[in-house]
Each structure stands twice: as structure tokens, then as C-alpha cells.
């Protein structure tokens, strides 16, 4: 008998079944569509904080979950011998004016004190940055140390293969066992606001294209409101759109095509490079915009994790933390405002 059931194998739950899984927990893992499949299984990997002001509970966590990621997937690759990608390389954005240039130097020192040494923003001159920079208005950039890349399949794959060294594999079916932890996204938020009546959570669509374009171990770029992400295996992920609407949840269109251009105007050395994958997914949000953490509104005795939304992957280390702490040792962690609550 499992101590631990986990009820979705997209990045919350895998994460968290391997959080609990290496505290001695005997872990299974129910997926009728497999690891991955869902939003998780998309191609951008931009692991970014928010911007250093205005500090919340939300911005802290994201920063303590960006610190503790090298360790977490080190030691997922260590276990299960698969990469996930991973490798915290920064950040570098242009600055299109005089007053975001002020804003970013502002931000800077901010920075400073909120990222308690461990990570950097900031502003540089463009011939400081070298031949791997979007043009900027201004002549300057910003360039951040905290921000890291993964590639999302191979991360979920890099999971899947530690948690199978550890004993537990992902089945599509089996009766729940011990605590119970529902990481079921989409479906999950419209269970939940079916039941109240109300939107508690929605899907937003993402379209991205994945490029044949060895760019080498050199900082992601946000431009045009465009992430840019060299992965490690000579491939290169941008994206996304940010649809509330839409007919078809999995088709690409000339969205995705907006996309592409913007891009390459923004890093003219990407024209021609051949588009060798076209994906669209829909992320969960719920209506907080924070992942939604702890007892489950519906399900009596369980919890639930979902919400990742845009930065599931980045949160998922810190989020398996604070899941294994409160089903594991009834210690509870979880920010006011990640809790459903919040969101009902």
C-alpha cells in the first residue's frame, strides 16, 4: 500500500512524488494519459522570475524555488541518469526607452537587497553582453543572473526515470492509497468550478515553435514579449501566446506564425532556421494567478497542487517542498495566498 498517491504526472505532480519518494515515502502515481502529456509536455523552458519589486509571498516563493532548482534537478539526473536540460545560464532583456532604462536601474538595486546575494540584475551596455544580444533602443540591457532553462519534456522524462530508480512508475489507473494529492490541471480547475458554480480557475492557451538553431550555452532572451531559450540539445524554444480563447486547444495558427516573426526581428541571426516542431497547450490559471496549494476543496482528506500556469516549472521544486512537508509531517508552510481559498 502506497503511504503517498499522486493524481496527475504533469510537472507538480511528478515533482512532488519525488520530493516525497526521497523522504522515504512509498509513492504511486495515476495518469490515465501518461507523463507529461498535458501542459507540461510543451517546448519553452523559460525559468524566469518576476521582477524585483512590489515583494509578496508569490515573488519570494518563485525566488526560493529558482535557488533550489540546480540542487533538485542535479540530483534528479544523478538518480535516473536522464537530463532534464537544465542549466541556470540568466537572462538578457533590451530596453526600449528612457523610463524603463530608469525602472531597470531602479529594479537593480532592489535586487540587490531582495535576492540576498545569490543572483544579479543587471543593467549593462549591449558591447558588454557580446554578439548574443537583441537590439536595444537604448543601447542597454538587462541581464540577470537567477533566470534558468530546462526543456519541459526531458525534465518530466528526467523525473519519470529517478522516481522508476526509486520504485514508482506512473500508471494510468489504481486505487487512491494514503494521502492524496490531486495535480490534475485543466481538468482539475473545471471539476472545481463546476461544483461552486463560479470560475475558480481557467485554461489559457500557449502556441510555440521549437527551431533547429545551435545557439550554445549563452543566456535566454526576452524580447517583444517573446522568451528565446537555447536549450541544450542544439535546438532553440520560442513562445508564447497567451490565448483566453479559442476553438481548438491543441492546433497552431497564424498566432504561432506572429510569434516566429516577432522573434526573429527581435534576434535577426534566427532568420531561416528551420522550424522543426509547431505546439499549442492550454496551461491551468487559477483565479488567484498562484498555484493552488493544500487541503482539497471537494475531496475530503485530500490535497491538491495546481495552477502552475506560465511558471510551474520554475515553482515546482519549491511546491514539492511545501506539499511533502504538509502530507508528509502535517507541517504547513503554504502562503495565504496560494491557498484555494484564494481562488473560490
Known amino acids: 500500500m502506497a503511504d ?20 522515504g515515502a512509498k ?19 523559460a525559468l524566469a522570475p518576476h521582477v524585483p519589486e512590489n515583494w509578496n509571498a508569490k515573488k519570494a516563493f518563485q525566488f526560493d524555488s529558482l535557488i533550489m532548482a ?8 544523478a538518480t535516473g541518469g536522464v537530463s532534464p536540460g537544465y542549466a541556470r545560464l540568466g537572462r538578457v532583456q533590451p530596453i526600449p526607452d528612457e523610463r524603463g532604462l530608469d525602472l531597470a536601474r531602479a529594479r537593480a538595486d532592489t535586487a540587490s537587497e ?57 500508471v494510468p489507473e489504481a486505487p487512491d492509497a494514503g494521502q492524496v494529492i490531486h495535480a490534475t490541471g485543466l481538468a482539475g480547475l473545471q471539476e ?17 515553435a521549437l527551431l533547429r538553431f545551435d ?8 524580447a517583444d514579449a517573446i522568451h528565446i531559450v537555447p536549450h541544450a540539445d542544439g535546438t532553440l524554444a520560442i513562445g508564447s501566446t497567451s490565448e483566453r480563447e479559442y476553438d481548438d486547444p491543441s492546433s497552431t495558427d497564424t ?17 531561416g532556421a528551420e522550424v522543426i516542431e509547431r505546439w499549442a ?16 476543496p471537494l475531496h475530503e482528506g485530500h490535497f491538491i497542487a495546481n495552477g502552475g500556469f506560465k511558471i510551474g516549472f520554475g515553482m515546482a521544486p519549491k511546491v514539492a517542498e511545501v506539499m511533502a512537508d504538509l502530507v508528509l509531517d502535517g507541517r504547513d508552510t503554504i502562503p495565504t495566498d496560494f491557498r484555494p481559498e484564494a481562488s473560490l
Open 215 to 222: 545557439a550554445g550555452p549563452v543566456p535566454q532572451l526576452f
Open 281 to 296: 497547450g492550454v496551461r491551468p490559471r487559477s483565479k488567484s494567478r498562484a498555484p493552488m496549494l493544500g487541503t482539497h
Open 114 to 170: 531582495l535576492w540576498q546575494g545569490r543572483a544579479m540584475w543587471q543593467v549593462l551596455p549591449v558591447d558588454e553582453v557580446g554578439a548574443w544580444c537583441p537590439p536595444s533602443p537604448t543601447g542597454f540591457v538587462i541581464h540577470d543572473t537567477l533566470t534558468a532553462r530546462m526543456h519541459p519534456r526531458r525534465a518530466c522524462a528526467a523525473l519519470v526515470s529517478a522516481l522508476a530508480v526509486m520504485g514508482v512508475e506512473v
Open 27 to 45: 509513492v504511486q502515481v495515476i495518469d490515465p494519459f501518461g507523463p507529461g502529456t498535458g501542459s507540461s509536455g510543451g517546448l519553452v523552458g
Open 192 to 208: 472545481l468550478s463546476q461544483a461552486f458554480g463560479k470560475t475558480v480557475g481557467n485554461g489559457v492557451k500557449g502556441q510555440a
Open 70 to 77: 540546480e540542487p533538485f534537478w542535479t540530483q534528479v539526473e
Open 4 to 23: 503517498v498517491t499522486v493524481r496527475g504526472a504533469g510537472i507538480f505532480g511528478l515533482s512532488i512524488a519525488w520530493t516525497c519518494a526521497r523522504r
Open 255 to 271: 498566432a504561432l506564425d506572429d510569434v516566429i516573426e516577432r522573434a526573429t526581428r527581435a534576434v535577426p541571426v534566427l532568420h
